[in-house]
Each structure stands twice: as structure tokens, then as C-alpha cells.
């Protein structure tokens, strides 16, 4: 299943503001057909409607890895590693917010990554786990 919001977006050509869906959660064992958008990191592509500039949204994506039981926070601005603590702490602030989540997050592998190198390789080697 794929989770969506809606964003207000400047486009870089004409400076107008609008608002586009953009992808916020992705489980992969529900919605497979996405792989290929967020391994060419263009998963978050907006339309300008005034224009019609056509851009990509570097953005977060939480993608969930099941049946790995593996989280990934894919966010290309989180390039440091207390930037990447930061997350982690937000994800733990979460998960101890009661007893089930805590459960759940406990057996919860949890990654921040900002490399699209990296994030790629773990979507192709849970496509060959799973296809």
C-alpha cells in the first residue's frame, strides 16, 4: 500500500505554488509496481499546472521492507550522521509511545538512508528474494 499527502510545491521555472500528492509510505509487499520509481529516485514527480515543468521531489519516503521485518527512512537531505540520529530518535519517540508499538519496533529493523546507491541495492535484493 502506498500512503500519500498532499504538499504545496514553488515551481523552479515559473515560481507558481500548487499543490501535488506526493508518496510518504510505501509497504512493498503490497505495492511492488513503485520499485522502479524509487530506485531512479523519481518516485515523488510533480506538474507544474501552470507551465507544465515537470520535476522530482527530493523528499522522504518511509519504505517497508515485509516480511523482512526492515524499515527504511530514504531520505536524500540526511546526509550526516547526526542528521541521521536525529530520524532514528523521531522513530524511537515513536515506538515508545505504547506497548504494541514498542512490541513491534523491538522486532523492527530501522535504517535511515540517504544514498541512492545503496537504497537501490536493497530494493533489488528484496526483488530477487521476492519475485
Same mark, same amino acid.
Given at each position: 500500500?502506498?500512503?500519500?499527502?498532499?504538499?504545496? *510545491?514553488?515551481?523552479?521555472?515559473?515560481?507558481?505554488?500548487?499543490?501535488?500528492?506526493?508518496?510518504?509510505?510505501?509497504?512493498?509487499?503490497? $505495492?511492488?509496481?513503485?520499485?522502479?520509481?524509487?530506485?531512479?529516485?523519481?518516485? &515523488?514527480?510533480? %506538474?507544474?499546472?501552470?507551465?507544465?515543468? /515537470?520535476?522530482?521531489? #527530493?523528499?522522504?519516503?518511509? *519504505? &517497508? !521492507?515485509?516480511?523482512? +521485518?526492515?524499515? /527504511?527512512? !530514504?531520505?536524500?537531505?540526511?546526509?550526516? #550522521?547526526? %542528521?541521521?540520529?536525529?530520524?532514528?530518535?523521531?522513530?524511537? &519517540? /515513536?515506538?515508545? !509511545? #505504547?506497548?504494541?508499538? %514498542?512490541?513491534?519496533?523491538?522486532?523492527?529493523?530501522?535504517? *535511515?538512508?540517504?544514498?541512492?546507491?545503496? !537504497?537501490? $541495492?536493497?530494493?533489488? =535484493?528484496?526483488?530477487? =528474494?521476492? +519475485?
Amino acid at each position: 500500500m502506498t500512503r500519500t499527502s498532499i504538499t504545496e *510545491v514553488k515551481c523552479e521555472k515559473c515560481k507558481t505554488v500548487y499543490e501535488a500528492e506526493v508518496i510518504d509510505h510505501v509497504d512493498l509487499s503490497e $505495492d511492488r509496481e513503485i520499485i522502479k520509481l524509487l530506485k531512479t529516485g523519481k518516485a &515523488n514527480r510533480v %506538474q507544474c499546472s501552470k507551465c507544465k515543468k /515537470v520535476m522530482y521531489l #527530493n523528499r522522504s519516503i518511509v *519504505v &517497508n !521492507f515485509d516480511p523482512e +521485518s526492515c524499515i /527504511v527512512l !530514504f531520505d536524500p537531505k540526511a546526509r550526516t #550522521n547526526a %542528521q541521521k540520529e536525529a530520524l532514528k530518535e523521531d522513530y524511537h &519517540n /515513536v515506538i515508545t !509511545f #505504547n506497548e504494541i508499538l %514498542q512490541e513491534v519496533g523491538e522486532e523492527t529493523e530501522f535504517t *535511515v538512508l540517504s544514498n541512492l546507491g545503496k !537504497f537501490k $541495492d536493497l530494493l533489488d =535484493a528484496y526483488m530477487k =528474494a521476492h +519475485s
